[in-house]
């Protein structure tokens, strides 16, 4: 199975296909949304509380494809 994720502008990471996402003691984290939070000021994280559009958040609209050493 495909899972798909797209960085919309300004925005959460969408989430389209089954995933499991584990929180860093190991604990499976329950996903009711498949909005994930990249801005950082949601109150509901991993999960996208719209924080985004009352802080302002701007978000790279292209991902980096070069790392630098």
Do not use: Q, W, Y
Not at 41 to 48: D, E, V, Y
């Amino acid at each position: 199975m495909s899972v798909t994720i797209k960085v919309t502008e300004n925005g959460p990471f969408i989430v389209d296909g089954e995933i499991t996402l584990i929180d860093a003691s190991g604990k499976v984290i329950e996903m009711p949304k498949k909005a994930l939070c990249r801005c950082g000021g949601s109150t509901t994280k991993p999960f996208c509380d719209g924080m985004h559009s009352k802080i302002g958040f701007k978000g790279a609209n292209a991902a980096v494809n070069e790392v630098s050493e």
